[in-house]
């Protein structure tokens, strides 16, 4: 049972333009969001979050939006870089539990 | 600042060998520690996590098998591998607050079973 769902595997955005990541979850409970990057042979790096009583949180080139009655976030890059390139992992939280939630990930691709 | 280590960063094991990774994390006390697999063209799964010493949690049934020996190691081990276990495996750590639960990653360790 797949509950956090990234449904794009591949994403190329030219740079300077805007880059969107989508994710999709099932339960309705959770309580936190997390977005994270991940190099290729590297651990993944923390990137930005969004509690689940807000709808949307920034840090610099990157924002988050959550709409909790669609159960969906997703995240803003802009403008895309091509350092921005790599593998994006959106994750939930249940407070109280100890564990993450990850999607699948999506693969971006800025194009210089 | 804390810091997560592990290793080896890369490893190739012939099937049936038995296998022994480790992390370790500095700069923090009573850490929550985490493994995960990242298999290829898979996401991350959750395959242990430890809220303190000698106390873990399996996430799936497998192969594999974890231990806290110290307040900031966890060691992911098996007695004898399967082609299958075959992946990118990255130990994570958290402290537990109430405004959420960043997990920082360490730089993981390909392991390659043959």
């Known amino acids: 049972d797949q509950q956090v769902k990234q449904n794009s595997p591949s994403l190329s955005v030219q740079e300077g333009r805007i880059s969107i990541l989508n994710c999709d979850y099932t339960n309705s409970m959770f309580d936190y969001f997390l977005w994270y990057k991940k190099y290729p042979a590297e651990g993944p790096t923390f990137l930005i979050s969004?509690?689940?009583?807000?709808d949307k949180n920034e840090d610099g080139r990157f924002t988050v939006f959550l709409n909790k009655s669609a159960k969906h976030l997703s995240l803003h890059i802009v403008p895309s870089q091509p350092g921005d390139s790599a593998v994006y992992f959106c994750?939930?939280?249940?407070?109280?539990?100890?564990?993450?939630?990850f999607g699948t990930g999506t693969r971006l691709t800025i194009i210089p | 600042s804390q810091t997560i280590h592990q290793w080896p960063a890369t490893l190739v094991q012939p099937v049936g060998s038995p296998l022994s990774l480790e992390c370790t994390v500095e700069?923090?006390?009573?850490?929550?520690l985490y493994w995960y697999r990242q298999a290829a063209g898979r996401g991350l799964q959750l395959l242990f996590y430890s809220v303190g010493i000698g106390q873990i949690s399996s996430e799936v049934p497998q192969n594999l098998s974890a231990s806290r020996p110290q307040d900031r190691q966890f060691i992911l081990s098996s007695k004898k591998l399967l082609l299958s276990d075959s992946g990118f495996y990255l130990c994570a750590w958290s402290v537990r607050r109430l405004s959420g639960n960043e997990q920082f990653f360490g730089p993981g360790t390909r392991l390659t079973v043959l």
């Open positions: 700069g923090t006390s009573n850490p929550n």
């Open positions: 994750a939930a939280l249940l407070f109280g539990n100890e564990k993450l939630t």
């Open positions: 969004i509690s689940s009583i807000k």
